[in-house]
């Protein structure tokens, strides 16, 4: 069946730091990727998303590429905020079928 | 564009009671959703509905959780009797159809908080 793994959290980096969420799925097909944020009190908000292989999704300074030869889209950014502290899942689906997300990967970003 | 508005937005209450929450989606989406999140987890699907006919109940415990959507509009979800491990946030969202769901303006609520003790 599909699956999504992240990397465990707790992460914390310092302001401006440089950020790499892990993700990597197992999927039949050929399924499109997605990013998902949620703020504290808050519902699941779409970041970005990847429809096809290579390509890269970006939103608000952070970026994923669609790897399929290794199954992979990462999460990236190159300077994060304190506004940016918040829980991240990483997400699939395939055409036709509902979301199988990730476990979360909360993130705290120290001024 | 107004949200998907749910209420309450936390409920606690002790094993063995019943509790019911409620899901308003956007105006004009035709696929409502609930999952479940358990503190840690990613949220799963309960159930998912087309208009007012149940699409997808799979995952649905129906021992104790039922849901409705009876005028294809807003729907409510209810468990009975709760138990302790059904705490976590439940979550509604809607979609313009049951499509590829990122495609088509998928939008979560905020979500109801439940505590069983």
């Known amino acids: 069946g599909n699956s999504v793994t992240q990397m465990e959290g707790p992460v914390t980096l310092s302001e401006e730091a440089f950020l790499t969420i892990n993700c990597t799925y197992t999927?039949?097909?050929?399924?499109?990727l997605f990013w998902y944020v949620q703020y504290p009190g808050e519902g699941l908000q779409l970041l970005l998303k990847?429809?096809?292989?290579?390509d890269k999704g970006s939103n608000k300074g952070f970026e994923a590429t669609y790897r399929k030869e290794t199954t992979s889209f990462h999460l990236e950014k190159g300077s994060v905020q304190v506004s940016d502290s918040a829980v991240y899942f990483c997400a699939l689906s395939n055409y036709g079928q509902n979301f199988v997300f990730g476990p979360g990967t909360r993130l705290s970003v120290l001024p | 564009e107004a949200g998907v508005a749910q209420s309450p937005r936390y409920k606690i209450i002790e094993k063995r009671q019943s509790v019911a929450f409620w899901c308003n989606p956007i105006s004009g989406h035709a696929t409502l959703y609930w999952y479940q999140q358990i503190l840690g987890q990613g949220p799963k699907l309960l159930i998912q509905?087309?208009?007012?006919?149940?699409?997808?109940d799979s995952q649905l415990p129906k021992d104790r959780f039922s849901a409705e959507r009876l005028k294809g509009v807003d729907s409510t979800l209810k468990i009975q009797p709760a138990k302790l491990e059904d705490s976590a946030v439940y979550l509604c969202a809607s979609s313009a159809n049951s499509g590829t769901p990122g495609h088509y303006g998928y939008t979560f609520g905020s979500g109801t908080r439940l505590t069983v003790v």
């Open positions: 990847a429809t096809k292989a290579d």
């Open positions: 509905f087309q208009n007012n006919g149940v699409v997808d």
């Open positions: 999927a039949t097909g050929y399924p499109s």
